[in-house]
């Protein structure tokens, strides 16, 4: 019979490096959040790609909305330029009409025979085509321009150094920059062969000074 020492208990063998409950729980907490970092990174990546998304997208809807209100703006300059060419155009059509009826008053004018009913009547009417902007050019004496005169007789002047306007038969009206009649002028020219021969008389009157105006020889 064997005899058992009191208070000693037989354990089974444990290899040294195995581990403590301790160092197993201390083990998967560190594996959580060993796992856990990469799931943080791919939602902040995602969430970046997202903010890039909407940043493009209220980048194209700004651009697209200045667009529009350039576009508008073009639009607005369009219809009131059209609305004053418009304007103009009618101005001009119903003034064009009554161009041969200044006409006659014009004429009437200058025989004296503006007087009476008849002149308050004429002078009535030339104030309110005035403020229409009817506008009235045309004078003896001005060069001639082809762009607004249109000449209806033609003669030779010694006295015109250039294509002169020297008779007003019919006066030129404009609104504006828009000349809706030329004025018919009867124009001189300056008389062939004058010039050269003008010319050529300064310069004998040239060489005439100088040589009197020269030292004399003693």
Do not use: W
Request: one cysteine or more.
């Amino acid at each position: 019979m064997t005899e058992e020492t009191p208070g000693f208990e037989e354990k089974p063998d444990v290899p040294s490096d195995a581990a403590t409950p301790e160092d197993a729980a201390q083990e998967a907490e560190s594996a959580d959040k060993a796992g856990s970092a990469p799931a943080g990174d791919v939602q902040d990546v995602a969430l970046q790609a997202q903010l890039d998304q909407v940043r493009t997208a209220l980048n194209e809807r700004t651009a697209d909305l200045q667009r529009l209100q350039a576009e508008y703006q073009n639009y607005r300059r369009r219809v009131e330029r059209d609305r004053v060419a418009v304007k103009e155009i009618a101005v001009a059509n119903l003034l064009s009409e009554l161009l041969p009826v200044l006409d006659d008053v014009g004429r009437a004018r200058e025989h004296g025979e503006l007087v009476g009913g008849f002149k308050s009547v004429a002078e009535s009417l030339e104030t309110v085509v005035a403020k229409l902007g009817l506008q009235q050019f045309g004078k003896e004496g001005e060069p001639f321009d082809p762009t607004i005169h249109e000449a209806l007789m033609h003669s030779y002047a010694p006295d015109v150094t250039e294509t002169t306007c020297v008779a007003i038969l019919q006066p030129g009206y404009r609104i504006g920059e828009r000349t809706i009649r030329p004025a018919r002028v009867a124009v001189a020219e300056p008389q062939p062969g004058a010039q050269s021969a003008k010319s050529a008389s300064d310069e004998d009157t040239k060489a005439s000074d100088e040589e009197s105006g020269g030292p004399e020889e003693g």
